[in-house]
DNA sequence: ATTCTTACA
DNA sequence: TGTAAGTA
């Protein structure tokens, strides 16, 4: 059996570890979830399990409400901004496998 | 022993 | 907001 997570996503943080970690209170981290910016995982007893995914996004949902952003309007961007960037590294791939197709075809 | 979560009032 | 009961 494979592990079905890799480092970042890996379930790893209590709430009281993440809330200090990123210095924020633990009801922030929850209505970043009850917003729909964070799913995190579970514990058997229903404990939230932060990834580092979870703190990266909820680090800069802090920075973004610091901004004086509504706490809805900071999720929104935040979700926006990180699926920019993993659109970014999408498309590097695929750039990347066609230049690897153009070799195979001139070769 | 203390923290975390949900439910409910 | 606060308390209660069950987790971790």
Redesign the pocket.
């Known amino acids: 059996m494979t592990e079905p997570f890799d480092d970042a996503s890996y379930p790893l943080y ?4 993440a ?1 200090s970690l990123l210095g924020v209170q ?1 009801g922030f ?2 209505s970043l979830g009850d917003s729909g910016l964070l799913r ?1 995982a ?7 399990r932060y990834s580092r995914d979870d703190l990266a996004r909820a680090a800069r949902a802090r920075e973004v409400v610091d901004l004086g952003m509504t706490l809805a309007a900071a999720c929104r961007i935040v979700q926006l901004e990180f699926e920019v960037t993993r659109l970014h590294l999408e498309l590097a791939h695929a750039h990347a496998v066609i230049s690897e197709l153009r070799r195979h075809l001139q070769a």
């Open positions: 209590t709430m009281s570890t809330a633990p981290l929850r995190p579970r514990s058997g007893g229903g404990h939230r």
